[in-house]
Nanobody, 115 residues
Framework: QVQLVESGGGLAQPGGSLGLSCAAS????????MAWYRQASGTRRELVAT???????SYADSVKGRFTMSRDKAKNTIYLQMNSLKPEDTALYYC?????????WGQGTQVTVSS
């Protein structure tokens, strides 16, 4: 059974930084692409960033140049470093992995950007 647990959300001021982590159970996750999604109140969940098993990352245009996704296979953990935060980055952030056509999600961690 795959379990994902996010941590690190909180409150930041515009222009500030926050870092998120997502710990996965089991070492199998290392061979799969993983992703961060976010969902603001009243909106659809949107893809923020992905990282392949080889460490190649891609980003939504809205966060490109400000967010950095990374992974530590030894720790079964992925990260999302968020810099130059904007109020529109406020959302519930989820990590995600798809295995055998089934999507697994963490419980989400809240990020709020406000002065």
């Amino acid at each position: 059974q795959v379990q994902l647990v996010e941590s690190g959300g909180g409150l930041a001021q515009p222009g500030g930084s926050l870092g998120l982590s997502c710990a996965a159970s089991g070492s199998i996750f290392a061979i799969y692409t993983m992703a961060w999604y976010r969902q603001a109140s009243g909106t659809r969940r949107e893809l923020v960033a992905t990282i392949t098993s080889g460490g190649s990352s891609s980003y939504a245009d809205s966060v490109k140049g400000r967010f950095t996704m990374s992974r530590d296979k030894a720790k079964n953990t992925i990260y999302l470093q968020m810099n130059s935060l904007k109020p529109e980055d406020t959302a519930l952030y989820y990590c995600n992995i798809v295995i055998g056509g089934r999507a697994y999600w963490g419980q989400g961690t809240q990020v709020t950007v406000s002065s």
